[in-house]
């Protein structure tokens, strides 16, 4: 059985940090995800992460604020969110993928979905 549950998320003032966790269970990954979802909006790709962490990709409207990372001893990922926006206010979702290899940026690519932690940032 395969699981994924977030954590993290809360209210912050704009220019503050958060960090998501996203703790997983029942099998090993290859590509782990961040996206979000804003009320109204589809869902956005956020950063991924291959099996080893060796590679890592982001949006461009979070690149250089937020860092992916993961610990496949615990089987865990995180994300660390740096200098919020209120535009980066969402649900945010963690999402795994169970094999191959490359870089994976739409949602379609993930094979398991968490239940999304809220990130409200208040201007």
């Known amino acids: 059985q395969v699981e994924l549950v977030e954590s993290g998320g809360g209210l912050v003032q704009a220019g503050g940090s958060l960090r998501l966790s996203c703790a997983a269970s029942?099998?090993?990954?290859?590509?782990m995800g961040w996206f979000r979802q804003a009320p109204g909006k589809e869902r956005e790709f956020v950063a991924t992460?291959?099996?080893?962490?060796?590679?890592?990709y982001y949006a461009d409207s979070v690149k250089g604020r937020f860092t992916i990372s993961r610990d496949n001893a615990e089987n865990t990922a995180a994300l660390q969110m740096n200098s919020l926006k209120p535009e980066d206010t969402a649900v945010y979702y963690c999402?795994?993928?169970?094999?191959?290899?490359?870089?994976?940026?739409?949602?379609?690519?993930?094979?398991?979905w968490g239940q999304g932690t809220q990130v409200t940032v208040s201007s």
């Open positions: 999402a795994a993928r169970a094999t191959g290899a490359g870089t994976h940026l739409i949602s379609d690519e993930y094979d398991w």
């Open positions: 992460i291959n099996w080893s962490g060796s590679t890592t």
């Open positions: 029942g099998r090993t990954f290859s590509s």
